[in-house]
């Protein structure tokens, strides 16, 4: 962004005048400069942000500073109505009060009516609390010279009260308080009336304040309006504007029509300092007044628009919508002529609705006039043509007109496959089959291969509805060799399959066979069309040497499409994971337990890859943890993918699996070697009677062969603790196996411990738990 002799320091910022970073850089240096240095820094600013009301604030306090009053009033005349922000009206109402301070009462008559006309656009605002309260201190010091001054005074200032109540603002409740203690100061007898009939008023302004202020809380204030770029950022404030504008327009304090339409009005020109160049607010604003019955401000609104975005199409058709719907034909054909410009560089969608709009307003010969003015434009395309032949055939009821536009075009755009459809649509509402063939004889001999598949199948499709089986079948084996000769190989060698039959005996959702039917032909017909594509040669695992041959097997003799990007796995190699730190391998006595674990796991990939894999997948299993060691050596052989989960369960639930310290990663609980399991009571607390034991409690204690009474109550410490920490399962099939377990792992614990004391637990479902040794 250059100003001047001023650069910013980005060139990416000079590049990008939407830049907010660069702006903000920006604007605090033009508050270091003098007036006359700031004054052009301001305006390309504005220029770009025109209803940023922080730049327009800077702007005029850099003005009021130096005493310029008449720059001030320029400046605030240009962006008050458009920056509905409490601060920027601040300082305009500060302004008016410096000005007409020492001019008696005519200068406070003068602030009077900038006090109303402020709060008449921004009272509504949840922040105006102090802007009335501003108000009425100011009212409360005029001075009064007799009685009838002092009751009019007072009168003044009870209505600026009952107006400030009815707000749903940040100072609502203060309002209230000041206003009951004003009434009560003027008044008791004559307060309680009328704070009884302001009650509702107020608590329902109250109530509404509460739910307004959520949706308030969700927009940024101090975000500048740039196009949208899709950010989320600019999404959220899109939908939090939009949810505010939902909840103002469905008028949740049901107020008046005319107050509530004053505060929704409010809020859109509010949104709109934000969302500038957002075109959907700008519709939905001007459609909204539409719909009030204000059709006059709903056009204002969209000048307004077009001037904000005067690249945008959508919002002129959609304002020579307004204008013609009542009514105003020529102003709405001057929008339109808007869009065609010059004629030289209009679109072709702008012609197609002028058209259009001709004939519904002026007839069938301007709209012919500007055909034949629109098909001389060198930007003309197929589209002008389709349009205008079918509004003649339908709107006209002109065949024959219709016909020859349709031929004329045909001579310009025979190389374009979508006007030959719409060209032979036109002729099968005609029911003319004989220049149907011809026409599509004619473009299929002069389009490419390439750019005639969906002429051909419109062909095979007419001929499959409308001939006979001889042609039927003769524009079928036709297309098939027509398309054999592009890059579709693939169908030649569906000659005789049954998609064919599927296709000339199907109509519309009707199928001559089932669903299963034709997902297994789509499957088919897409191998098909990918078995014989080129292949690329692919690397073996091995290294980049062994490139002779491809693995045996259907892709040997497959070939795989160009386009497709394959990895290089010339260097593949087996994952190898680290041992981490803390880590202790199980001793040669799991050794077992690891090739059992394994033993029945198919790894087909171990046994395809070379030699070197099996070191590799050592190394891998010495790195097993050990408690997915345990689990994997009690899992039995599976066959299919899907194991018995009851089964699966049960193992689970009968394993000795180790269970890991909380908080440390890496570590078990368990001791290597037959060295004594610490006990987890020391970890989780006292061995008291807790909430429901869950399935991890009933562990069996089959694999640690200890005949010390010490080494048991210490693994019952153990097993007590984990199940006063776990909650109970809520399906059956765990119950039932939680049951099982505790009843064996009771009778074990019985049986070691039947000559010197006993071990009981309590139902499992109850949550009761007692032990006893003797």
Known sequence: ??????TMGDDKAAEDKYNVEAADILANEAQRLPITEAVPVYEQLLALFPTAAKYWKQYVEAHMAVSNDDATKQIFSRCLLNCLQIPLWRCYIRFIRKVNEKKGVEGQEETRKAFDFMLSYVGADIASGPVWMEYITFLKSLPAQNTQEESQRMTAVRKVYQKAILNPTHHIEQLWKDYENFENSVSRQLAKGLLSEYQPKYNSARAVYRERKKYVDEIDWNMLAVPPSGSYKEEMQWMAWKRLLAFETGNPQRIDSASSNKRITFTYEQCLMYMYHYPDIWYDYATWHAKSGSVDAAVKVFQRALKALPDSEMLRYAYAEVEESRGEIQSAKKIYESLLGDGVNATTLSHIQFIRFLRRTEGVEAARNHFLDARKSPNCTYH???????????LDKDREVAHKVFEVGLKRFMHEPVYILEYADFLTRLNDDRNIRALFERALSSLPPEESVEVWKRFTHFEQTYGDLASMLKVEQRRKEALSRTGEEGVSALEGSLQDVVSRYSFMDLWPCSSKDLDHLARQEWFVKNINKKEEKLA?????????KVSTGLISNSTVSAKVVYPDTSKMMIYDPRQKSGMEILPSATASGVSAAFSNISNPTVAIVGDGTTNAFDELLKA??????????????VEGPTPDV??????????????GQTGKSGTYPMQLSGGPAPSTSDLSGSSKAHPIPSASSFKPTRDRQSGKRKDLDRQEDDETATVQSQPLPRDAFRIRQIQKARV??????????SQTGSASYGSALSGDLSGSTG
């Open 540 to 548: 073996l695992p091995n290294g980049p040497g062994s490139t002779d």
């Open 384 to 394: 002008v043509y389709v349009a205008y032949a079918m509004m003649a055939f339908c």
């Open 624 to 637: 097993t943890p050990p408690a997915l060691v345990a689990f994997l050596a009690s899992l039995p052989a």
């Open 744 to 753: 064996s792992t009771v009778s074990k614990a019985r049986g070691a411990t």
């Open 646 to 659: 009851d089964v699966v369960l049960s193992i689970c639930l009968q394993s000795d699996i180790p269970a």
């Open 1 to 6: 962004m250059v100003i001047e002799d001023k």
